[in-house]
């Protein structure tokens, strides 16, 4: 098995072997904007469906200021930062463990949704990152109505029911069925894998005057992976769940408007182990329940947070091998709460936004930080001679995401800042500059520069045979350090006309200097790429759409093997530099054609069929140590699927 791990793309000893939109054209697949983008749900159905469905958070990845996602990689990175550093939620609400096994799929249902919002920084919340938020519809449904789509792999559903002049609701299903046409696919060394999830998605609005809105919006998702025994010797089993219930009200005042929100979000995993003579379980889970309010009156944005944090680190428990000295790791408590004020003031053609963000922060330990984080911006519209914004400012986190594979499977795990990990900061200055050219200003060029300073990082150095075979000690993998990111990030948006879609070249470092005598120096995040072009493209023929994406990207760091021996029974590896080496550019052409048996604004019929990976290139995914005929091999690990046709009937109504 391949462990593509949070400290390197390798395998060990184990198997010896702000973002503001005045209005979005029709036709158009994403809006950018000076901070961010907005794509729409809608149009997704016509690009390329990653066996058989569309999804949201995989197209994100294309956009020029996130990181290329690989077959086995679900992180989410934002102009240098790491996943845990991006706030992804929904309706405003954290959605921990937003995607399923090995990133294929989101969490997200995109009929649910009406679009997604992504911006490349969240000043307003304590992330160092960004944020994608998935947009719930604003407006009371008005007549029965939905839409559905069939898959090769997963059939998923949208009814939009009215209930009266003010009440409505939205239900959302999807289920997987990866067994039953593609369980050839689905193996790891020859290791038969089994696999399926479920998503349910709730929401209902109620809007009891003109001034006011309720609602409701509730989700739940399930996942559970069986691998029997083969080449693995192993047999694992894991499941994991999401759960999310927020009720929102929003009040508009004559010249102001006031939306809260009270919300529960958990995040809770397992995994199960037996190898030989070895059992072991890795427990871990994250859950918060907060209120936040939000008041906007004119150039004027503030507003309040209070969540409280329960976490379960990694916590593992082994039998049968020996040494079962196992040491617990206790339930975190922290309590976390934020104050925030903006304020925009404009001259003509001149802005400036100044922010200030408060936090009052209760440790595990019942220590307190307080911290502060202002941020500025300046702003100068030239009109045709486009927008140029420049910014400075100051982020604090106190959630922590670490682990030993970063692949969609349980095998990271959220921990809360305190005594011996303080909170995470960032410093950052951006410089953007965007131009809106053509007829209609159906073109947007847009230039995008950054650099930050990070402090009080974590990097997981371990491995699952160390969780089984050895008295548990969370500190002695982690590592500690600084980090700095910076870069360029180019883009060229076609948002109107039959064809639409973008280009962007994305060139940045992401690098980390730790806290230990024996990583001397600076060394690559394992998440970077230093360069990366990548294309989508939507075109409309009268019944037939044709779409596209591609991604031509750097190769990831990994720390290599060097020498291997045996000591007793047990095969050991000693390793070169810390990331010293990369695996091979990542290169990836999927293709899709869209016939509409029928297009109207309110109905619509049709199917869709997509190539993933059309040109056939190899990927490597990691480097893995395994035996061949006797003899011991160091060598990379292919995805083993070549060409992937999938076939999808999609009807609205």
């Known amino acids: 098995m391949c462990a593509y791990t949070a400290a390197s793309a390798q395998t060990d000893s184990l198997y010896i072997k702000e973002s503001a939109i005045t209005a979005a054209r029709s036709g158009g697949l994403a809006i950018p904007s000076e901070s961010g983008v907005i794509l729409d749900m809608n149009q997704v159905k016509t690009l390329p469906m990653m066996l058989g469905s569309a999804d949201p958070l995989a197209l994100a990845h294309y956009l020029p200021s996130m990181s290329a996602q690989s077959e086995i990689e679900s992180g989410i990175h934002i102009q240098g930062n790491d996943h845990s550093h991006n706030l992804v939620s929904s309706g405003g609400v954290p959605i921990y463990g937003a995607s399923h096994i090995l990133g294929l799929y989101s969490v997200f249902n995109p009929s649910h949704y009406a679009q997604m919002d992504y911006r490349t920084s969240a000043p307003m919340v304590n992330r160092l990152g960004g944020q994608l938020d998935m947009s719930l519809p604003d407006s009371l449904v008005r007549r029965f109505g939905g839409e559905a789509s069939l898959g090769l792999m997963a059939v998923q559903g949208t009814l939009r029911i009215p209930m009266g002049k003010r009440l409505s609701a939205t239900v959302s299903v999807r289920r997987t069925f990866f067994n039953l046409l593609y369980s050839h696919f689905l193996q790891v060394e020859k290791s038969r894998v089994k696999y399926g999830f479920t998503d349910v998605n709730l929401t209902m609005q109620w809007q009891p005057t003109y001034k006011d809105r309720l609602w409701l919006d509730a989700y739940y998702g399930s996942d559970a992976i069986a691998v029997d025994s083969g080449q693995l010797l192993a047999d694992l089993n894991m499941g994991w769940r999401n759960g999310m219930a927020a009720l929102h009200w929003e009040h508009a005042f004559d010249q102001s408007r006031l939306h809260q929100r009270l919300y529960f979000t958990r995040y809770g995993l397992n995994l ?297 029974h047990q095969l050991m590896a000693q390793y070169g530099p810390h990331n010293g080496r990369r695996l091979a550019p990542y290169l990836r ?56 046709p999938s076939l999808c009937y999609f009807h609205k109504f």
């Open 589 to 644: 052409l999927d293709l899709s054609v869209s016939f509409f048996f029928h297009r109207g604004p309110r109905q619509e019929n049709g199917l869709n069929f997509s190539l993933y990976n059309a040109t056939g290139h190899v990927n490597e995914l990691c480097y893995q140590l395994r035996t061949h005929e006797g003899e011991f091999v160091y060598a990379p690990l292919d995805f083993n699927i070549r060409f992937m």
């Open 272 to 568: 199960n182990m037996a190898w030989a003579t070895m059992q072991g379980q890795l427990p871990s889970h994250l859950q918060t329940l907060g209120y936040r309010a939000d008041w906007t009156r004119g150039g004027w944005k503030a507003g309040l947070e209070s969540a409280y944090h329960q976490a379960q680190p990694q916590s593992p428990v082994a039998t049968g091998v020996g040494n079962e000295s196992y040491r617990p790791q206790p339930l975190q408590h922290a309590w976390e709460n934020t104050l925030f004020g903006r304020y925009t003031a404009t001259w003509g053609r001149y802005s400036l936004t100044a922010g200030l963000k408060g936090s009052l922060y209760l440790t595990p330990e019942k220590g307190w930080y307080a911290r502060l984080d202002p941020d500025l911006q300046a702003k100068a519209d030239f009109y045709r001679g486009g927008v140029l914004e420049l910014g400075v400012g100051l982020q604090h986190q106190y959630l922590f995401q670490t682990g030993f594979a970063n692949t969609g499977l349980p095998t990271q795990y959220w921990f809360l800042a305190g005594e011996k990990y303080l909170p995470q900061q960032a410093l950052s200055v951006m410089l953007n500059y965007s131009l809106r050219f053509g007829r209609n200003d159906a073109y947007r060029l847009s230039v995008n520069a950054y650099h930050k300073w990070l402090s009080n990082q974590v990097e997981y150095v371990g491995n699952l045979l160390q969780l089984i075979s050895s008295e548990y000690d969370p500190d002695a993998v982690l590592l500690t350090g600084t980090g700095r990111a910076y870069g360029v990030n180019l883009s060229l948006h076609k948002t109107a006309g039959a064809f639409t879609g973008w280009i962007a070249y994305a060139w940045g470092r992401s690098l980390r200097t730790f806290d230990h005598p024996s990583y001397p120096g600076e060394y690559p995040a394992t998440f970077e790429r230093i360069h990366e072009l990548d294309a989508v493209a939507s075109w409309t023929l009268g019944r037939w759409t044709l779409g596209g994406t591609f991604v031509l990207a750097s190769g990831t760091p990994f720390t290599e093997v060097q020498h291997i021996f045996l000591m007793g």
